[in-house]
């Protein structure tokens, strides 16, 4: 069982929905949760991070996790053709003396104009 | 600021050869990471430096991966040779520092990541 589950998509939505993207997880040890997004031919970049379980909000972005369904998720509110690209989860977790970040798979989004 | 570079962005060799992934990480950042995504699969871990020690290298696949990074700038990783099962994207990132405390994450320790290197080995 992989420690992080990620649903690839892809997932195609008009401009303007309210998309939701999810990660299950099976670590407790997981400390940051993360949410990256990731353009074709780029790196990922961090767009949220959080550390306890409740939502967290930044602009049209909402992070939400919930430690003891051990869930996260990601919500993106009047959503744009500029969302378009993949969202990874990841979370830390500290093994032999330094910290990993061990991802999702990653959703692949489409937004519609 | 620049951020992480990686070179060459794309890499196409034979089964058997050596290629070697080039990363300059950005300057001041004493932590690097490498990262690999196979196709289909998530970016998973490699290894990472602190300057020029290996902090962590329980994410390289086998023998045929070395990572240096001489004088903890740059970081090079060579496989040699190359297999098919080694085609992938490999990510580079780097970040300013890691809290000794029980907390890890992101904040002061946020790992950006380069555009990645993609190998194909044919």
């Known amino acids: 069982q992989k420690e992080v589950e990620q649903d690839p998509g892809p997932l195609s939505v008009p401009e303007g929905a309210i998309v939701s993207l999810n990660c299950t997880y099976s670590n407790s040890a997981f400390q940051y949760f993360m949410w990256y997004r990731q353009y074709s031919r780029k790196g990922p970049e961090l767009l949220m991070y959080?550390?306890?379980?409740g939502n967290k909000e930044d602009g049209r972005f909402t992070a939400q996790v919930d430690k003891s369904s051990k869930y996260i998720s990601l919500f993106i509110r009047d959503s744009q053709p500029s969302d378009s690209a993949t969202y990874l989860c990841a979370m830390t977790l500290i093994t032999s003396g330094t910290y990993k970040y061990i991802f999702g798979t990653g959703t692949r989004l489409k937004v519609l104009a | 600021e620049a951020g992480v570079t990686q070179f060459p962005s794309h890499s196409v060799i034979e089964k058997g050869q050596t290629v070697t992934l080039r990363c300059d990480p950005i300057s001041g950042h004493d932590n690097l990471y490498w990262y690999r995504r196979v196709m289909g699969k998530e970016i998973k871990f490699l290894l990472h430096?602190?300057?020029?020690?290996?902090?962590?290298e329980s994410g390289m696949p086998n023998n045929r991966f070395l990572a240096e990074r001489t004088g903890g700038t740059y970081s090079t990783l060579k496989v040699q040779p190359a297999e098919l099962e080694d085609s992938g994207v490999y990510f580079c990132?780097?970040?300013?520092?890691?809290?000794?405390?029980?907390?890890?994450?992101?904040?002061?320790?946020?790992?950006?990541f380069g555009p990645g290197t993609r190998l194909t080995v044919l």
């Open positions: 430096f602190v300057k020029e020690s290996k902090q962590d």
């Open positions: 990132a780097s970040s300013l520092a890691v809290i000794a405390s029980g907390r890890a994450g992101p904040g002061g320790n946020e790992q950006f």
């Open positions: 959080t550390y306890s379980s």
